[in-house]
């Protein structure tokens, strides 16, 4: 929390971060906090439609690298790295997918 310069609003929950990080880990936070966009002035940013717990867990992400995929959260996660653009989120999950297909569960 430490000289946080932003804040993200996800429903009632207000998630700290740096900038800098979000934007190295995400090409839609770059795009957010370079350009000309309200939210690059604003100290506090709200995301819409988000869950705050996944939104947490990606932000745990682009400071250290590190996420866990699992059943209950591959779906949301997915989703959300999609939408903010976190491209290896984006595989993990997708490996951890593919990892789970096999003949009884395949159309």
């Given at each position: ?8 609003m996800?429903?009632e ?5 740096h900038?800098?990080?979000?934007a190295?880990?995400s090409?839609?936070?770059n ?5 000309n966009m309200?939210e690059s ?10 869950e705050?717990?996944?939104i947490?867990q990606l932000?745990?992400?682009a400071y250290?690298a590190?996420i ?5 959260n591959?779906?949301?996660?997915l989703?959300a790295?999609n939408q ?5 989120v984006k595989?993990?999950?997708?490996d951890?997918?593919?990892e789970?297909?096999?003949a009884?569960n395949?159309?």
């Open positions: 929390k430490t000289l946080c310069d932003v804040i993200l996800v429903q929950r207000k998630i700290p971060a900038r800098v990080v979000l190295a880990a090409h839609f936070f795009l957010m906090f370079t350009t309200l002035k604003s100290f506090e940013v709200e995301l819409k439609d988000a705050p717990d996944i947490e932000v745990e992400f250290t590190r866990s995929v699992n059943s209950n591959v779906q949301s996660l989703d790295a903010y653009q976190i491209e290896p595989k993990m999950c997708v951890f997918l593919k789970q297909v096999d009884s395949c159309l």
